[in-house]
């Protein structure tokens, strides 16, 4: 029986099918659940891994070791694991070794629209592009299959309507792989100059023999319609395609690197015009105009932003489809009771200059708490603090903030922590410790003391570690403005580096029912206001409160200059 | 059964578990389906959509503006602003509670003073129907029972799906709230 499978759930079962036993990532939106479904299958031991480096890494001495592994992660955190990636297609694998890595067009939950078709070009590893949820699973198979035949990592690459869209899946019984042998190999595994000599030309040999075997492999597929126009296209905007150009012949690429250049010129052939339609950037359009074949692609579609069967249709002409209208924007917000609020709130009372980072308090780059200045990659906070101090002087320092939260110190910021000590800066880092990954719906990490399975695991102690690092080191709870104030102050003040930990769990998994908080006698100064709390309202006749959205945390009643507002604590 | 939703809201209202409940409930009656769903930074109380497409073979995962059969909205501006998503004859469930923006309680922006005409419209306060049978986190399931007078699904097989995705402790609230928002649609 067929069941209705999101793509990431498809993934995972792909995973189970084939038999994998180590999975290794780190959360990142669109590529989340495929590891939190994952770990749902006893036979696949999964682990949040501090970072995607760390991640593929350890994935890599899985496979290396024997057994079928893989790594799932963000675009963006590719550019974090490629250090290894780009040497792992040297040495090749033991175990088939697949990446999941997922792209955001649109960036609906991201800082850029890096396409990793582009990295995996430049590290010579295949790539698979599935289509709707079936394929997930299918290829995901085949892609352990095709690592151990060819001896390479694969990278299967989804876009967010992908990974987030859900289509009927027929699953099927895990295949039994045993982990293989563990073999000493100096000449494949140790990547001294002269191994990798011989391996960079197995990394050729393979590539070409790749593309020979294309067309063996079933995954590639023509279907030969109008003969006035053929598409070539993979992954989601297949489906786009096969809407908005039902006349169209397409050529669908489900391996679209290294791409099968035989099955382009026969397809263009039959063809009077070729075009290529793909997202983000005109990788393949390229790659076939270097072939000598007249092909057109980014002309019609750009470069940016998500495709759809609309945008395709008016690009070839079709009729426009109505637009959005102008209506008041419902941008997220910090959710009521969010610690960061009130971290935020005494940010801003002290008009200092927030580097900030990845993380829901990104979000504060926005109206009411506006008070983020930067926001660029995971951990550039600490650097870009150490920077600013070295451009602007000792004075500024005194005034600017590193902010991150703790699951983005521990994925990248602990060694910016180390150079800025060694380095002698004077800043002050603020970690946002709300005991959890929150932004990508809560996964554990090694500063929360617990593993993916939420059972109990050894817990990094932040404090000790940026104490060992050299800093000076306050814990200080952000719900208590007033003294979370005068910590900043005296730490600003400080030479040399300091870290806040501001500590205090993530409001949505303080399970504490409080009763929410209550107006009574309010002047409408708008005090409260401030706070940007998605609870409190303001009317000609002052303010209320949404008891449907208040957790009753509290905030809003020290804001208030006539006591207004009370809060009546914890309800049992 | 050819159906093209769109279902819109605010972030952390239910609206996953009524696109999870509609497409596992078309696959049991037969037809293709594709579900799209937003999740991430969209969730913190930001605008959320998520398209469902029903029918025999069904390609894109999204619907196309001027495309859809219907709008569920669990928000009335959120409505307003899926309108655009609506076939000329394409019909809007909505719930009437509003859930001030940002921008809105800021004082930036004027919540619009707009109605929804010239289409069907099923207009009710189904935050206050939840309530009444329990829990006003079934607002989702009162605008299901809605939506169900206009398929040709029978009523036992919404409940079944319904069954097959909530807690077993919410079961019993949500059954309620499903037949009393099919009671609600029928006025």
């Known amino acids: 029986m067929k069941k209705l499978m999101l793509g990431n759930e498809a993934i995972a079962r792909g995973a189970y099918e084939a038999g994998v036993r180590f999975v290794s990532s780190y959360p990142g939106t669109p590529s989340t659940e495929i590891t939190e479904f994952c770990s749902t299958y006893p036979e696949m031991l999964c682990e949040w891994a501090p970072n995607e480096k760390v991640a593929v890494e350890t994935a890599f001495g899985a496979s290396m070791a024997g057994a079928r592994a893989m790594s799932c992660m963000k675009h963006v955190g590719l550019n974090v694991a490629a250090d290894p990636l780009y040497t792992a297609a040297y040495t090749g694998v033991n175990g088939g070794l697949v990446l999941f890595v997922a792209d955001d067009p649109f960036m609906h939950s991201s800082q850029n629209e890096q396409d990793t078709r582009m990295i995996a070009r430049a590290a010579h590893v295949p790539v698979l592009e599935p289509a709707d949820s079936q394929e997930c699973k299918d290829f995901t198979r ?6 151990e035949k060819y001896d390479t990592p694969f990278i299967l690459r989804l ?14 019984e ?22 990798a000599r011989k391996r960079h030309v197995y990394v050729e040999e393979r590539e070409a023999r790749m593309e020979q075997d294309a067309a063996s492999l079933g995954l590639n597929r023509v279907k030969m319609r109008g003969k006035a126009l053929g598409v070539v296209c993979a992954g989601v905007v297949y489906q786009f395609v096969r809407e908005a150009l039902p006349e169209a012949s397409v050529l669908k690429l489900g391996l679209s690197y290294p791409l099968d250049r035989q099955a382009v010129r026969d397809f263009a052939a039959q063809v009077d015009k070729l075009v290529v339609i793909e997202e983000l950037e005109g990788i393949l359009e390229q790659e076939i105009a270097a072939m000598g074949i007249p092909v057109e692609g980014k002309k019609y579609t750009g470069r940016q932003g998500e495709l759809s069967v609309q945008r395709i249709r008016e690009a070839f002409g079709g009729e426009k489809a109505p637009q959005e209208p102008a209506l008041p924007a419902r941008p997220p917000v910090l959710c009521p009771g969010c610690p960061h609020r009130a971290t ?29 200045e930067s926001a660029l990659c995971m951990g550039a906070s600490i650097g870009m603090t150490v920077g600013a101090e070295k451009a602007q002087g000792r ?4 005034h600017s903030v590193a902010v991150l939260g703790d699951s983005t110190f521990v994925h990248s910021g602990i060694t910016g922590l180390v150079n800025a000590v060694y380095d002698r800066s ?21 500063a929360t003391g617990f593993d993916i399975y939420n059972q109990p695991a050894p817990q990094l102690n932040l404090e000790k570690l940026c104490e060992s690092i050299g800093a000076h080191v306050v814990v200080q709870n952000p719900m208590e403005m007033d003294r979370l104030e005068a910590v900043l102050k005296e730490e600003l003040n400080r030479d040399g580096v300091s870290v806040v930990i501001a500590r205090y769990p993530c409001a949505l998994l303080d399970k504490r029912r409080r009763t929410p908080a209550k107006v009574l006698g309010c002047r409408n100064c708008g005090a409260c206001m401030r706070l940007g709390c998605p609870a409190i ?10 008891a449907a959205l208040c957790n009753g945390c509290g905030l809003c009643v020290g804001m208030c200059a006539f006591g207004a507002i009370t809060c009546g604590g914890d309800q049992q | 059964m050819k159906k093209d939703i769109i279902i819109v809201g605010v972030g952390g209202q239910g609206i996953l578990l009524t696109s999870k409940i509609l497409g596992y409930l078309a696959l049991k009656m037969g037809d293709d389906v594709k579900v799209s769903e937003v999740h991430g930074m969209s969730q913190r109380g930001g605008s959320v959509i998520t398209h469902v497409r029903i029918g025999e073979n069904v390609a894109s995962p999204l619907v196309t503006p001027g495309e859809a059969d219907l709008v569920i909205s669990f928000e009335w501006l959120e409505a307003l602003r899926a309108e655009f998503y609506l076939k000329p004859q394409g019909a809007v469930i909505a719930n009437t509670r509003r859930m001030l923006p940002m921008p809105v309680i800021m004082g930036k922006a004027e919540y619009p003073e707009r109605q929804i005409t010239g289409r069907p419209v099923y207009a009710l306060d189904a935050q206050k129907i939840a309530e009444d049978c329990g829990s006003v986190r079934a607002v989702n399931i009162v605008l299901l029972g809605v939506m169900s007078l206009l398929t040709d699904w029978p009523a036992e097989a919404f409940e079944e799906a319904i069954a097959a995705n909530v807690k077993p402790a919410t079961l ?13 649609g029928r006025k």
């Not at chain 1, 792989?177 to 191994?195: A, F, I, L, S, T």
């Not at chain 1, 004075?395 to 005194?398: C, G, I, K, L, N």
């Not at chain 1, 009317?539 to 949404?546: E, H, Q």
């Open chain 1, 174 to 195: 895990r295949v039994d792989v045993p982990v293989k042998p563990y073999e000493k190999n100096v000449m494949k595994y140790v990547m001294m100059p002269g191994m």
């Open chain 1, 426 to 446: 004077n800043i002050t880092v603020v970690i946002l410790d709300n005991r959890i990954t929150g932004m990508t719906g809560h996964q554990q990490n090694p």
């Open chain 1, 159 to 172: 876009t967010t309507r992908l990974a987030h869209q859900r289509s009927p899946v027929e699953v099927a």
């Open chain 1, 142 to 147: 085949k892609a352990f299959e095709l690592s």
């Open chain 1, 537 to 546: 309202e303001r009317t000609d006749k002052g303010v209320t409160i949404n």
């Open chain 1, 344 to 372: 935020f709130h005494v940010l801003k009372k002290l008009k200092l200059h927030v580097f900030g980072d990845i993380g829901c308090y990104t979000l504060c780059a926005l109206p009411p708490v506006d008070s983020l």
């Open chain 2, 172 to 184: 019993e609230t949500n059954l309620k709230a499903f037949r009393a928002g099919r009671e609600a």
């Open chain 1, 395 to 398: 004075d500024f320092a005194r």
